[in-house]
């Protein structure tokens, strides 16, 4: 959010396209950039007290002034897989970095916040490549993310990237200025800032679904397809820790124990021309629950049936003896000597419930750490409440296609993003899908801003007080005359239905106007049972 010192910044970002080959088309990156910018006037003026009465959106506008855009990057024949945006915390260039995974490469874009940012020889508010950088050769960047680690013997504050890839390496690189770079040469691309690799963590023996540094940035979680989650020193990229997840539930019967052939893999059958494979857990996200990096969860099911949470507690601290800065100078030696003084972490299993009857495709934890968005492979998107152990609330077969990505709220839904007070609804989930849409979610009900009345056609005016006195007095006789025509009527269907029929009211209208006269409205004096008071 916007603050007299900072200008808020709500940013979102996908990608996809038609395929990876030299035939597929619209493959790109879209991130929409809502940005207010403060006046630093409308703080000294005194506007809180001497304004004119408007309410809290008038006095919103007059302190922000809300720009809105649109940032297309083209990523040419590649398809981007994944992609991470932040911005840090002594941001120079006031640009959102965006980091996307195409090929075996990482991009680090710079969208500039404002336009007066852009240099005129760019394309107006196009996004700048800061830097670029090849993970390995044949490895398929996934997932990437981002952290800012203070490094306490170089006295300064490192940003760190780690990227996840398809063959179950996890790559660290530092992002650093560049010799003779300066904030001014904001328009010349690679000549900012460059990303140097520090480590590179091997232990996954599959795909790499999710990533997470921990919140003091020594360390990085990864999940996979290999049924295990792992955490990673980012020193020396030894593991620290395996946590081995299942997809049974935890109060019925264990599995059957299977024989498998170690040679092969694979389960042995009777018929010799089929041989069933082991069967493969997913584990599709994995986050940490505190601040202190004990409390780790992790999302797993199969191919089918159903998804299971697990909750992970980290009891014992790493200790690194004779560690190195992370700079990536370490010799074989000395990595020889910190691999053998190196100490395990010891995590065990909390509990593990089922979150989902079908199998969960991506997952997203709340920055509160209170609510995990899961997307499904049937198109719905659930929003788990870790407190209670129980779904807020379901959207049921959103998408026509599995869910691919999502992102939960990145602050507390008490704070407003910018676009959020306009629009009235805090989003607490952003998802996107293989059926090439996007959608938002929220726990709220309806919106915070009424709904305007549109105006009506016909001219009304605002009564005055002499005609809402006269109305006062009127209506009441208004309606006994209403209820006696009421009653008029009901009579004449019944005594002059003869009278009143088509045929005879058009041969005889007299012999229908006196029996309304004499037998429903005024009886005649002779007429028995009538008695007049003498005059």
């Known amino acids: 959010p916007a603050t007299p010192k900072n200008d808020g910044v709500s940013f979102t970002a996908y990608c996809g396209g038609g395929g990876s080959a030299k035939t597929g088309v619209g493959n790109k990156i879209v991130c929409d950039l809502i940005a207010q910018q403060a006046a630093p006037s409308s703080f000294n003026n005194g506007d809180d007290n001497n304004n004119d009465g408007g309410g809290s959106e008038e006095l919103f506008e007059r302190r922000y002034h809300t720009a809105r855009r649109t940032v297309e990057i083209s990523t040419g024949e590649a398809l981007c897989f994944g992609i991470h945006a932040f911005r840090p915390y002594d941001d120079t260039l006031q640009m959102i970095r965006l980091v996307a995974c195409v090929g075996d490469e990482i991009l680090l874009y710079g969208i ?15 996004a700048i490549l800061l830097a670029k950088a090849n ?15 203070f490094h306490v013997q170089q006295n300064q504050l490192q940003h760190l990237i780690a990227v996840g890839c398809e063959n179950g390496h996890l790559v660290v690189f530092r ?10 040469s904001a328009s010349s691309s690679l000549s900012l800032v460059e990303l140097t690799k520090i480590t590179e963590c091997k232990g996954h023996t599959k795909a790499i679904c999710a990533i997470q540094f921990h919140p003091r940035g020594h360390e990085v979680l990864s ?20 946590m081995k997840c299942e997809v049974h539930d935890p109060n019925g019967p264990p599995p059957a124990a299977i024989a498998i052939d170690p040679s092969k893999s694979t389960i042995k059958t009777k018929d010799p021309r089929m041989m069933k494979r082991a069967p493969q857990i997913l584990v599709r996200g994995c986050a940490y629950g505190d601040l202190e990096g004990k409390t780790i969860y992790t999302i797993a099911s199969g191919k089918r049936g159903a998804a299971y949470l697990t909750k992970w507690k980290s009891t ?8 190195g800065g992370g700079d990536g100078g370490v010799g074989k030696n000395n990595e020889q000597q910190q691999q053998q003084q190196q100490q395990q972490l010891n995590i065990r299993q909390e509990y593990r419930v089922q979150c989902s009857p079908v199998p969960i495709s991506a997952t997203s934890l709340s920055s509160d750490c209170t609510i995990f968005a899961l997307g499904s492979v049937e198109g719905s998107i659930l929003l788990y409440n870790l407190e209670t152990k129980s779904v807020l609330k379901e959207f049921k077969e959103v998408h026509d296609l599995p869910v691919t990505c999502l992102a939960s709220r990145p602050i507390p839904n008490a704070l407003m993003l910018p676009g959020e007070l306009e629009d009235g609804v805090n989003f607490d989930a952003v998802s996107a899908s293989a059926d090439n849409r996007m959608g938002r979610w929220t726990l709220q ?8 009345r549109a105006a009506s056609s016909s001219y009304s005016r ?25 009653v008029a ?26 029996c309304l006269y004499r037998e429903v409205l005024w009886a005649e004096d002779t007429r028995p049972g009538i008695k007049f008071v003498p005059v």
Request: aromatic content about 4%; hydrophobic content about 45%; charged content about 20%.
């Open 135 to 149: 993970v390995g050769s044949g490895y398929g960047a996934n997932v990437a993310t981002y952290t800012a680690m």
């Open 462 to 486: 605002k009564k005055g007080p002499v005609e809402q006195f006269v109305w006062n007095i009127l209506r009441i006789p208004l309606l006994l005359l209403l209820a006696l025509v009421m």
């Open 445 to 452: 009900r309806k919106s915070r801003i009424k709904p305007v």
């Open 489 to 514: 009527i009901r009579d004449v269907t019944i005594v002059c239905r003869e009278e009143f029929g088509m045929p005879a009211v058009l041969l005889d209208v007299g012999a229908a106007g006196h």
């Open 223 to 242: 999940s996979a397809k290999d049924g295990t989650a792992r955490i990673f020193s980012v020193a020396t990229g030894h593991e620290l820790g395996t």
């Open 112 to 126: 500039p916040i404002h336009l007066n940012l852009v240099d005129s020889n760019e394309k107006e508010g196009a």
């Open 316 to 323: 014992t601290l790493v200790s690194l003896k004779g560690g």
């Open 175 to 184: 992002i650093h200025q560049s010799e003779g770079s300066n904030a001014a």
